[in-house]
């Protein structure tokens, strides 16, 4: 039976999808429980992320030089869309960060940190969001999320 | 603009972690084809991240990729339908009967095979045992039975001898 190219790409795009899922579904359920602390409604998520990613085309699943990196602001786009639609919004999102301050990696920052790291990793923030909320200066939120980041990847170092 | 001021300014990590405005991104990805440097700091960067990620992974469910092919091929079939959402909330009364039949679709499956829960393995390992231990046992009374009619044929010559020497 001839296939038309449209079945052919319904039919390769699973395994494209499952590759993705083998290397990053681990990753980004762990990170999915960070933003919802629910394993249950993150397991949703995630099934509905990787649905959602096998409707892009290629060259926007692809285009980035780290496909993790990729993955996470596609999950992150997603998560946003979820939470301006349901009934999980971002100030509940924030108060569980903060019921959250025993988190292994995040231990080490101090409150600064942790706030401006967490508000971006897991709640998207911009930094420019994150001065207003705090009233500091931009500048001096990027240098705070810059010795974050260092904080944990030493932290995972080790 | 000193690009190793640039770099340590902490912009990379606010890009890396989707934290940077339009504006910034933009300036980011001009300078980056214009100075390898930063195309180096943002790879390790973004290794960095993903580093992070594997530290902080966990292992989804197995059913969990069943859940997504079902998504995809719901999706492949209802080429028009919108975007998947996930109602935290419960459904009212009265609206569960509705949305179940248009949640879900009919799929009949291509594949051969099915996949069981792993506790089968051991229902099956019990019964295999099982059939074993009941088949010695019947080996074991036919062979116990011929024996004894074996001994009463004898028994009964023996009887029939005495009555007729």
Redesign the interface.
């Known amino acids: 039976m001839l296939r038309t190219d449209k079945q052919l790409y319904?039919d390769n795009?699973?395994n494209q999808?499952?590759s993705l899922?083998e290397k990053y579904?681990?990753?980004?359920?762990?990170?999915i429980?960070?933003v919802v602390k629910d394993?249950k409604?993150a397991?949703?998520?995630?099934?509905?992320i990787?649905?959602?990613l096998?409707?892009q085309s290629d060259s926007q699943v692809w285009e980035s030089?780290?496909n993790?990196?990729q993955l996470?602001?596609f999950a992150?786009d997603q998560l946003r869309?979820?939470a301006n639609?349901?009934?999980?919004k971002k100030s509940e999102l924030s108060d569980l960060f903060i019921q959250n301050t025993q988190d292994k990696?995040l231990s080490d920052l101090n409150e600064e940190q942790k706030k401006v790291f967490t508000d971006?990793?897991y709640l998207?923030?911009?930094?420019?969001a994150?001065s207003i909320e705090l009233n500091k200066p931009e500048?001096s939120?990027?240098?705070?999320?810059?010795e974050a980041?260092a904080v944990?990847?030493k932290g995972?170092e080790n | 603009m000193k690009i190793n001021e640039y770099i340590?300014?902490?912009?990379l990590?606010?890009y890396?972690?989707?934290?940077?405005?339009e504006t910034e991104i933009s300036e980011l990805l001009d300078l980056k084809a214009r100075h390898p440097q930063i195309g180096d700091a943002l790879?390790e960067?973004?290794?960095?991240?993903?580093?992070?990620?594997?530290?902080?992974?966990?292992?989804?469910?197995p059913e969990?990729?069943t859940?997504?092919?079902d998504?995809?091929n719901?999706?492949?079939t209802r080429p028009h339908v919108g975007?998947?959402?996930?109602?935290?909330?419960p459904p009212k009364e009265g609206q569960r009967g509705k949305q179940k039949s248009s949640q879900f679709i009919e799929v009949e499956s291509q594949s051969n095979h099915m996949r069981i829960h792993k506790v089968w393995r051991w229902v099956f390992a019990a019964v295999f045992i099982l059939g074993k231990i009941f088949l010695g046992f019947a080996i074991y009374f036919y062979l116990a039975n011929r024996q004894s009619e074996e001994k009463i044929i004898e028994l009964k010559t023996e009887l029939r001898q005495q009555k007729h020497p």
């Open positions: 319904i795009k699973p999808i499952r899922y579904a681990s990753m980004l359920l762990g990170y429980i960070g394993q409604i397991e949703d998520y995630l099934v509905m990787f649905a959602e096998s409707q030089t780290n993790w990196c996470l602001r992150k869309e979820i639609t349901t009934a999980i990696y971006t990793y998207g923030k911009s930094t420019n994150i500048v939120i990027r240098k705070t999320l810059k980041f944990i990847k995972c | 340590e300014s902490g912009i990590e606010a890396v972690l989707g934290a940077a405005s790879y960067l973004e290794t960095d991240l993903e580093r992070i990620a594997q530290h902080m992974a966990i292992t989804p469910p969990i990729w859940r997504i092919e998504n995809i719901e999706l492949a975007r998947l959402r996930i109602d935290t909330s």
